[in-house]
């Protein structure tokens, strides 16, 4: 079947979903594919922070109110290690920004139920003729008829697995992978904290973050190649406990309904256009979670997207759309640089991924030194607020 629509969106996760929201708002119409089911893309975990700027453009665009009743409003995060606990407060180093737990996986449903047109469990996506003004999306839907749309326009924004990026003709990719990863749980427990806690322990990095007053969300480091069925119930509290315990503060254990372990990398491809395609989100970077990041990046990029694609195709005009990628690109990096750097600041880094074990001794003590600066130094605490609070939208 053939058909036509001014922009094809790959992908159903927050970047796609909302670009689609933006472009219809200002009346260009798009046609989403995703491969999974709509069920699958509304329960998938992932993200919870939504910064100053995200939580302000959603509800700019009129998806914010559930948000507005359900979020989490908070005024910063603790950081500890060493046997202490601090307590960084954003409002007043960052002129009063705050940050609100919301769940991506919230974001996502009420984007869907915006009741834009999407296929669900589609296979087969491809994009062809991304050099001409009428680049193809093809795909089999969920009933087993071919598609092939004509665009004006494809946004790639199929997450780190998806087809786009390989669909790019020319890329610098500039990578590094972690030597750990993070095991994430969601606990049917109130939360045992007012404010999220990032620990750097001898035992390896944990977190404590939430979801509702009766949800918790918690996260523990553990070894890339770790597998989640060696993690019972009881070895993960027991490392939470051991990792986020602090004198006269006690964590709530509940029973867990979901686990899964993340790979951590830092990924970032260059150019984010190709002619008439272009990238956003997870498709064209990934940063690892320790600085809260990947979503917000991905819907700063959809802002910029929507406002070039609709000056290209109400307005007729290139500028914006030319300049995309290195406007994106320069958040882009802001991220990867703070999330690189959240990451090293709090992990444990096994002795195996040093040639001397002494370098991770020094290691270590870069560590605490810096821990020990950002909560005592002013100036350093403003630099990891405003970073972690987020930079306003284009
Ligand atoms: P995705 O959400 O990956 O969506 C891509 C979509 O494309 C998917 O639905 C996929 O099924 C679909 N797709 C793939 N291939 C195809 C195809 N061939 N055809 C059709 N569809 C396809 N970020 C934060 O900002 N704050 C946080 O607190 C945070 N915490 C995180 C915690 C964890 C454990 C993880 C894993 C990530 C976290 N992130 C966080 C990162 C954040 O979840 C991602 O950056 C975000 O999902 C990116 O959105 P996206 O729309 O670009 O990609
Ligand atoms: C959450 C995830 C993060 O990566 C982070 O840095 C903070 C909170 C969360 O899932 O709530």
Redo the contacts with the bound molecule.
């Keep these: 079947m053939r058909t036509r629509t001014q922009v094809g969106i790959?992908?159903?996760?927050?970047?796609?979903?909302l670009l689609q929201h933006m472009l219809a708002r200002h009346g260009v119409d798009s046609v989403l594919?995703?491969?999974?089911s709509r069920e699958?893309?509304e329960k998938?975990?992932?993200?919870?922070?939504?910064?100053h700027g995200t939580v302000e453009l959603l509800k700019e665009i009129g998806l914010g109110d559930r948000m507005m009743r359900e979020g989490l409003l908070h005024s910063g995060i603790y950081l500890q290690f060493a046997g202490e606990r601090h307590h960084l407060d954003f409002p007043s180093l960052t002129g009063g920004r705050t940050l609100t737990v919301y769940a991506?996986t919230e974001v996502v449903k009420d984007a869907i139920a915006a009741g834009h047109p999407i296929f669900f469990e589609?296979s087969d996506?491809a994009v062809r003729d991304i050099d001409t003004e009428r680049p193809v999306l093809s795909?089999t839907d969920a009933d087993g008829v071919a598609h092939e749309v004509e665009c004006d326009a494809i946004a790639g924004?199929?997450?780190?697995?998806?087809?786009s990026r390989p669909s790019m003709p020319s890329l610098r990719v500039s990578e590094r992978t972690y030597p750990f990863g993070?095991l994430?749980i969601l606990a049917t427990v109130p939360p045992s904290t007012d404010e999220l806690i990032y620990a750097h322990s001898p035992h390896g990095f944990a977190m404590h973050?939430m979801r509702s007053p009766e949800v918790s969300r918690l996260?523990i480091q553990v070894d890339p190649d770790e597998k989640i069925d060696d993690w019972s119930d009881a070895r993960i509290w027991e490392q939470l406990q051991i990792r986020l315990g602090h004198p006269g503060w006690t964590l709530n254990e509940g029973p867990i309904t979901e686990k899964?372990i993340?790979p951590m990398r830092s990924f970032v491809a260059e150019p984010m256009r190709s002619g008439r395609l272009f990238l956003?989100?997870?498709?064209a970077h990934?940063?690892p979670?320790t600085g809260?990041?990947?979503?917000?990046?991905?819907v700063a990029?959809v802002k910029v997207l929507a406002d070039a694609l609709v000056r290209l195709l109400v307005e007729g005009k290139s500028d914006l759309a030319d300049a995309y990628s290195e406007t994106c690109l320069t958040r882009v990096w802001r991220s990867t640089w703070f999330s690189w750097y959240m990451t090293s600041m709090l992990h444990r880094f096994p002795v195996s991924s040093f040639s001397d074990p002494a370098e991770a001794d020094f290691q270590e003590h870069l560590q605490i030194a810096q821990l020990r600066q950002v909560t005592s130094s002013e100036a350093a605490a403003r630099n990891l607020a405003e970073n972690y609070a987020g930079w306003p939208l284009p």
């Excluded at 998938?44 to 910064?51: F, H, K, N, P």
């Excluded at 809260?292 to 991905?298: H, I, S, V």
């Design positions: 790959i992908g159903a996760g927050p970047a796609g979903l594919v995703e491969n999974r699958y893309c998938r975990q992932r993200a919870g922070v939504l910064e991506q589609v996506t795909f924004c199929d997450g780190f697995h998806g087809v993070w994430g973050s996260y899964g993340t956003a989100g997870d498709a990934i940063v979670p809260a990041k990947g979503l917000n990046l991905a990029d």
